[in-house]
């Protein structure tokens, strides 16, 4: 069936890197995303990936999808402490054309 | 553009009672899905409503329901609350149904609503 995995918690220091991984089951997902969400708020899409690409870059993120492996991640460079917050990856696979997600990592930042 | 909106932001209730949450999606979109966030099962689809009709559901009881108005706004109901209905409830919209919304014209979401059943 539809599943997507995350690991639930990642921890860095303000300044490295944070990279978050996902796999997912759905081999005909065409679009993979990252939403993040803060305390108190919904999600908010940080950024997306067809499956027909392998890497993407915007600013400080950069996503790499493995589709043989099924492996997607989330490099987030000079992380902030801004960017604590949980990060939900999903997929588009759903039988009914909604989204699956994961059940989100949380990130946090020390200073 | 404003974003979703949604509405209350808070709630409590008692269990055996029903609740209304509602839903105004970004200007133009005719969309409207919404899921159910619990720290345990994470975020669940409940359903999704396009023109007025609902395209899609979750695996949810019937306890479930909703519907949309012809300006898009949409409305989801509880009835006969248990404690597990518990959750943060989240509205999402699209320009196109679900399976067409892909890319940049994803579903965008609302702040949700929490929900606390005692």
């Known amino acids: ?111 | 553009k404003a974003g979703v909106t949604q509405t209350p932001r808070y709630l409590i209730k008692t269990r055996g009672q029903q609740v209304t949450l509602s839903c105004s999606p970004i200007s133009g979109h005719r969309s409207v899905s919404w899921y159910q966030q619990t720290p345990g099962q994470g975020l669940q689809f409940l359903f999704e409503y396009f023109s007025e009709t609902q395209r899609n559901k979750g695996n949810f009881p019937g306890r479930f329901s909703g519907r949309q108005f012809s300006n898009s706004r949409s409305e989801m109901n509880v009835s006969t609350l248990e404690l597990g209905d518990s959750a943060l409830y989240l509205c999402a919209s699209s320009l196109q149904p679900s399976g067409r919304a892909v890319g940049t014209d994803t579903q965008y979401f609302g702040p949700g609503t929490r929900l606390t059943v005692l």
């Open chain 1, 1 to 111: 069936g539809e599943d997507v995995e995350q690991s639930l918690f990642l921890s860095v220091r303000e300044g490295d890197s944070s990279v978050i991984n996902c796999t997912y089951t759905d081999s005909s997902s065409t679009y993979l995303y990252w939403y993040k969400q803060e305390p108190g708020a919904g999600l908010q899409l940080l950024t997306y990936i067809f499956s027909n690409m392998d890497m993407k870059q915007d600013q400080r993120l950069t996503v790499l999808l493995n589709k043989k492996d099924k492996h997607l991640s989330l490099r987030i460079a000079d992380t902030q402490t801004g960017d604590s917050a949980i990060y939900f990856c999903a997929e588009n696979g759903g039988s009914q054309g909604n989204l699956i997600f994961g059940k989100g990592t949380k990130l946090s930042v020390k200073p």
